[in-house]
C-alpha cells in the first residue's frame, strides 16, 4: 500500500524529475514496518538528477504521525525516485544515507522508486 502510493507520486511527475519523502512506521524488534510516507512538499527543490527534501512540511508530518499514534510512529527512512527503469543508488544517495545512520544511530529504510519498480536498497555498511 505504501509503496503503491510512493510509485503513484513518481509517476505523477512523469519522472522528469526525482521527487521524494520521509517514511514512516515503527520498530517491531529487529524489524522496520513501514506505513506511511509523506508526498514532495512545496519547499522542496528537485531537478532530473537531484532532490532536496525541505525539512519544515515533511517534520509537520512525522510530528502529526507521532503524536496521533502516542509516539508509537516515528521517522524510519527516506524514498525519492529516479528517471530510471530499474535505479541505482548515486555516490551521494549512499554518503546521505551513511550521515543519517551515524546520527541517528538506529536501522533505517532507504528507497529508491524507478520507472520500472521499486527497489529496496541495501542497508549501507
Known amino acids: ?3 503503491s502510493r510512493i510509485k503513484a507520486i513518481a509517476e505523477a511527475a512523469a519522472f ?3 521527487v521524494g519523502g520521509i517514511l514512516l512506521g515503527s520498530y517491531r524488534g529487529r524489524d ?3 506505513i506511511d510516507a509523506s508526498a514532495p512538499q512545496n519547499s522542496d527543490r528537485w531537478s532530473p538528477t537531484r532532490f532536496w527534501r525541505s525539512p519544515a512540511g515533511h517534520q509537520a508530518f512525522a510530528d502529526a504521525a ?3 499514534s502516542g509516539g508509537l510512529v516515528t521517522h524510519i527512512g527516506e524514498w525519492h525516485s529516479h528517471p530510471e527503469l530499474r535505479p541505482t543508488p548515486s555516490v551521494i544517495d549512499r554518503a546521505s544515507w551513511l550521515k543519517s545512520r551515524r546520527e541517528q544511530r538506529r536501522p533505517l529504510a532507504f528507497l ?3 520507472t520500472a519498480d ?3 536498497s541495501r542497508r549501507p555498511r
Do not use: A, P, Q, Y
Open 118 to 120: 521499486g527497489r529496496r
Open 16 to 18: 522528469r524529475h526525482e
Open 32 to 34: 522496520l514496518h513501514v
Open 66 to 68: 507521532w503524536r496521533r
Open 112 to 114: 529508491i522508486v524507478g
Open 1 to 3: 500500500m505504501v509503496l
